[in-house]
């Protein structure tokens, strides 16, 4: 398993088997998290639904996280969502129209599908759906993963380490995707030691625990990859500590902080200089993407008002 524990993984750190990553693929998972941003911009945006827009602005962010590990999971796998992790789903390919449509609080493809786990009342039943799902695959020996993406707040919480204990007791299926963001604001001094202690303690239960760079997709790409394939092979469960950049911080005392700084750590940025250098970026071709993008974005929400206003059936 590439990267060391207590280790920052980087993009040159570690391999995907001794290959390397298509250009193709490159420029796919730069093409994702743009949309993923765009979807958060426009979500965020949505006056008339400001319980979504809220969850979306603060997703802002992740696009490297989410992306990295749903671009490539198999149609069979089953992705948990954390509410400020929504964006994941549209890196996993659900379509458009259904993320709007849920949005918009409509009956969709998303909410029944088998393969995503929504956002739960709490954080102890989404643990629980999560788990089931991945003790339910190894009872039918299949190869399939369950990706659970949670916040750093919640790995304080005493069923969070249960979820833990449970998946290596079981070596069950499952990776836990931690989202860290060093920025935001802990609620109260005695919940930041609990989280300051939360990944040292959780490497305790025997399982590979990950620390990488959030903002580079590659490097999160990478860690995915062979994450995976671990999990597929029968390895146990995999926890991966992502400290990302975000925009906008939870909290009413989040701290803003310099904009050259929020710039240079911005996982877009980050990833336009990679391809630049690679001579696979260009303005034209970004414009391209994002306007194919907000065509079909606009198609959706011109659906999903007309359906809000048409009777229920």
């Given at each position: ?256 902080k310099p904009a050259t700084r929020r710039t240079e750590r911005d996982p ?46």
């Open positions: 398993m590439a990267g060391k524990v207590g280790q920052t993984t980087t993009a040159a750190a570690v391999s995907t088997g001794g290959s390397l990553i298509s250009h193709t693929k490159l420029k796919q998972l730069y093409a994702t998290m743009l949309q993923c941003r765009l979807l958060t911009e426009r979500a965020s945006k949505l006056r008339s639904r400001p319980r979504s827009a809220a969850l979306y602005a603060d997703a802002i962010g992740q696009e490297a996280l989410a992306t990295g590990f749903a671009v490539d999971l198999r149609p069979e796998d089953t992705i948990a969502l954390a509410p400020r992790n929504s964006v994941a789903s549209l890196a996993r390919g659900v379509p458009l129209s259904d993320i709007v449509a849920q949005i918009y609080q409509r009956r969709s493809a998303l909410e029944q599908a088998p393969n995503t786990v929504m956002p739960s009342p709490t954080l102890d039943a989404q643990l629980s759906l999560a788990s089931g799902v991945a003790i339910a695959n190894k009872k039918k020996k299949k190869s399939n993963v369950v990706v659970f993406f949670g916040a750093k707040a919640t790995t304080a919480l005493d069923c969070w380490h249960r979820a833990l204990a449970l998946a290596a007791k079981r070596s069950l299926p499952i990776i836990f995707v931690v989202e860290d963001n060093p920025w935001a604001n802990s609620i109260s001094s005695k919940v930041s030691e609990e989280e300051k202690d939360s990944v040292e303690k959780a490497r305790s239960y025997g399982f590979p625990v990950i620390t990488v760079d959030a903002n580079d997709v590659v490097a999160v790409y990478r860690v995915a990859c062979e994450s995976v394939e671990r999990v597929r092979q029968g390895g146990g469960p995999v926890l991966v500590h992502g400290q990302p950049y975000r925009l906008n911080s939870p909290g009413k005392r989040s701290v803003a877009l940025t980050h990833m336009e200089r990679y391809l630049r250098n690679k001579g696979l970026f260009t303005p034209s071709w970004k414009n391209q993407v994002a306007q194919e993008f907000l065509s079909k974005f606009e198609t959706a929400l011109k659906a999903a008002r007309k359906a809000q206003r048409s009777p229920h059936k």
